[in-house]
């Protein structure tokens, strides 16, 4: 059973643990020396965590690969601010070892309840040709499964099981309240373009031992795949008005709002407008609550550099809890916006300063966990 993870760095920081991963991602990098080391991104349903292994590399070269899982001995420790393990020992596990559970994340939210909540959003619609489409596929059973299941973004925002889902349902709500103060506004056209904004998902990533890219998905991407779906369900809504598909189209390809973002057309009409925003406000509320998830142990009310959005992150309920001379002390060392960030990988690495303690010496103030004494894992 997995007992350490990655949520769990802080509390282990500088001790020795023993657990499992999967292996987002492996490259073969060289020393100074010239001597290769390895690089990893490890993960687990908490979260991911940089990872370097520096002896016994050629006995490890060929242990692994990508999306296998792995159990793993090391040093957690820091480098640039962030945590990173130093591997003293790997190998790959069996089938038989593995519980899916432990490395894939998953909402918190019951999936059934955001699916009848997304069909009784549905049932309102007004508009005959809109609410078919979306119950055609909805009705489909492979595409339903999938979209009950594809996380909404292979990192950024909503990146767990279950995530396209609750961002869909959560953009209808907020679809909803919209409409009611703007009321010109088209409420079937713009739920439905909230339905099928990201539903190019469900082909673009795959999620079975971790959140990456399909071969179509990174050649096409989620809106062209949006739009053959659309294309082969059409013929099944009898009497689709030409105009009305347009629209949908629109909605579809215009709804990342900037040329640079990747949308081939900017939004054009109010319902396009209405759904860029409020899927930009969506995503960036979900990237900051968990990022304040992931730093929950931190006794700071600021958070390190979120990529994703630019800037480090103030926690406002850990803000107006600390006292007024732990908040100067707080605001001494918080990192200014626009800072460059310290991220592992985006400036030049020293294999040689960043080489951690080795297993044989782990210092004395290194401590180990319960497992850290095995000879195997």
Known sequence: MKEFFVS??????????????????????????GEPYLAFTLGDRSGHLEAKMWDNVEDAIDACDQDDFIKVKGLINKYKN???????????MGASEVDFADYLPKTTKDIGE??????AYVATFKDPHLKALVEAFMADPEIAEAYRNAPAAKTLHHAFIGGLLEHVVSLFNSCDLMCRNYPHINRDLLLTGAFFHDIGKIH???????????????????MIIELEMLQAKLPLVAGFPEPLKTLVEHLIISHHGQYDFGSPKLPMFPEALMLHYLDDLDSKMEAMRAQFEHGAESDGAWTGYNPSLGR??????????????EDEERLAAAPVAGTPPMVTGLEPEDPEKEKGPQNENPGAAMTSTSAAHEDKI
């Open 8 to 33: 769990d760095c802080l509390r282990f920081e500088n001790k020795i643990i023993t657990s499992t991963f999967v292996v987002v991602s492996r490259q073969v990098k060289p020393k100074k020396s």
């Open 82 to 92: 962030r945590f990173q393990l130093t591997i003293h020992k790997l190998r790959r």
């Open 114 to 119: 955001l699916w009848q909540t997304l069909a």
């Open 204 to 222: 673009e990533l795959t999620y079975s031992r971790s959140f990456s890219y399909t071969t179509r998905g990174q050649l096409l991407g989620h």
């Open 312 to 325: 480090p992150l103030l926690n406002t309920a850990k803000f107006l809890a600390e006292k007024p001379e």
